[in-house]
């Protein structure tokens, strides 16, 4: 039986702990023949043994998005392990404290401009670096959450995915005739290290399981892993500029109806 990813390589960004979405998108990855390449940031001999808890054994290779010298290198590292790549997910958001928990009227320019590189700019810049290895086309997926609206304690970092939704269709305008589609998997919230670092991450929880009208876990990333995968696969072959919504169907409703 073949897998979905049967001969693909990615490379998979933003991995942290085995509750990381970036883990649970390269178990799977791996479960459907694809070949992995990880990256990590700070602290690397954790990141080393998270990825040890695979299927099977992928490398890591450090990445700090906003440092140029290793954005420059990556290509030529990540050669080290594979020639090529075929996809590529970008799973790296950060935000400091300022930002977050309802201080978006006082937030300081200079903690903006930090959300806003780690948190959108990166994306562009985790493609360019990538280009040289993607001569062939493929996809690269990004992790969003709904920008379309103003969330509660979310604040710059909901600025930050609205700008990543806009970085996502120019990406998609200009990396098309490469053969590149560009997507984004706009995710229910899931207990990651990352949602739990967001003063009043709670509010979330009760509304998605008070609204998602196929419920919601906020413990089990398979169905975000699911997607991207698809994403990633070639069954999308003439799909870009898109943001798929993996949230139970939260963001489609208003107001949950009462049962009958």
């Known amino acids: 039986m073949t897998g979905l990813l ?25 479960e459907q023949g694809a070949e992995v390449v990880l990256t990590g940031f700070g602290r690397m001999s954790l990141v080393n043994r998270i990825a040890a808890r695979l299927p099977k054994p992928a490398p890591v290779v450090e990445l700090d998005v906003t440092d140029q010298e290793q954005l420059d290198s990556l290509a030529e590292r990540v050669r080290e392990h594979v020639p090529a790549l075929d996809g590529v997910l970008h799973s790296i958001a950060n935000a400091p404290q300022s930002c977050l928990g309802g201080g978006f009227m006082t937030a300081p320019w200079e903690d903006v401009a930090k959300a806003l590189h780690v948190s959108t700019f990166s994306f562009k810049s985790l493609a360019v670096a990538c280009l040289p290895l993607m001569e062939s086309g493929g996809a690269i997926v990004g992790m969003d959450f709904d920008a379309s609206q ?102 489609a409703v208003g107001v949950k109806a009462a049962e009958a």
């Open 6 to 30: 049967d001969g693909k390589r990615l490379l998979i960004t933003g991995l942290i702990t085995d509750q990381s979405l970036a883990f649970g998108v390269a178990k799977l990855a791996q």
């Open 150 to 251: 103003a969330w509660p304690v979310y604040d710059w970092m909901g600025v930050s995915k609205a700008g990543l939704e806009s970085v996502t269709r120019y990406m998609a305008r200009d990396l098309g005739p490469k053969g590149i589609r560009v997507n984004l998997v706009a995710a229910g919230p899931v207990r990651t290290m990352a949602a739990k670092s967001i003063p009043g991450f709670e509010q979330f929880e009760t509304a998605w399981a008070e609204r998602a009208p196929l419920g919601w876990s906020l413990t089990d990333s398979t169905p975000v892993a699911k997607a991207v995968t698809m994403l990633l696969s070639d069954w999308f072959p003439a799909t870009t500029g898109e943001i798929v919504h993996v949230d139970g169907g939260f963001h």
